[in-house]
């Protein structure tokens, strides 16, 4: 088969990294399929770089055959439903992976596509963006629209979870049968033996060894920041040398956290530190208290699966999809409680809690991988 793959968001954070390790994965486990892969310009030379390394294909991939196809088109743009069609068209693809929700209405050929989560139709307003009002309500009607004609005409629905697809089945009334659910996986960073010792990575990122929480991703809304930098303030009434760090890319609603903590003076303990590699993230997980995911809503909460990986302390929120990855290996909290977030830090701190919970966490963390990820989606490919 000739196979479509829409790579771009390459460099983005969550759907990236997600289409990046499909690529990598279906260029060992896959022999005989085509690959297409719509890239953006900028994006083209990484794209190009991973598939031709040697570490990337590998023996199982040197019968594959990747086509890479420059397409300047940003998603959610009036070109990706006018003009990608006419792209795509050219290929003559037997089948069209979109990896994320936004695919052309007009693209009359078969596709599949990966819903990672519906969090915006839980949270339609405009605090989850930084347009204006009525642009953003214009954008968000066109979200709607665009995510319930993408999975009506999918021939396949991939879902990172369960809980995504009871989301799907009970928001867009999509048939159950036509949705698989195929769990992510971890980078090989995570997986590495090696730790860099509390004080090396400390000092470098300018940290109290072994005396920092740690929080990974985005802060848009349903993150639920708020309540977290609440805990922490109560928190540090009892333990003044602590740190919360905060690893995500800086963005607007970075910027706005960043000023509140300003505002409430808590500087000097609650550090940004933006995107780092995976290598130092590692390192951070390794030498942090815990890791602390407090969010109303998740499609999968990869975060905790790294920490997990990592021989890192969970603390997590008690929605069902972090339920679902987790199992009983985390220490989970009431995302609507800060008093109960911040006791459950103070466990962290003291140790208070079963050790055995962080190796029970590991090994649950080894149930999952990219390499299987893409094995089950190449089962996709041929049914669809």
Known sequence: MKIGIDCRLWNQTGVGRYTRNLIDQLAQVDRKN???????????????????????LGEAGKNLKFKIVKVNILWHSLKEQVVLPEILNRENLDLMHFPYFSAPIYYKRPFITTIHDLIQLHFPTGRASTLPWPFYAIKYLGYKYIVLKTSQRAKKIIAVSNSTRAEIIDHLKIDPKKIEVIYEGVEPAFRKKGIESSLGIAKRYGLNANRYFLFVGNVYPHKNSDTLIKAFAIFLKYYPDANLIFVGKEDYFYRKLKENVRKMELSGNIKFLGNVPDEDLSNLYKNAIAQIIPSFMEGFGLPALEAMTSKCLVIASNISSLKEVCGENVVYFDPYN?????????????????????????????????RKMAEQTLKIYEKA
Do not use: H, T
């Not at 085509?34 to 990337?56: G, H, N, T």
């Not at 140790?351 to 590991?362: A, R, Y």
């Open 34 to 56: 085509q690959y297409i892969l719509f890239v953006r310009r900028q994006d083209y030379d990484q794209v190009e770089l991973k598939i031709l390394a040697p570490r990337s």
């Open 338 to 370: 800060e008093k109960d977030l911040e006791e459950k830090m103070k466990m962290a701190y003291d140790k208070n809690f079963d050790q055995k919970i962080i190796e029970s966490g590991f090994e649950r963390s080894q149930q999952f991988s990219w």
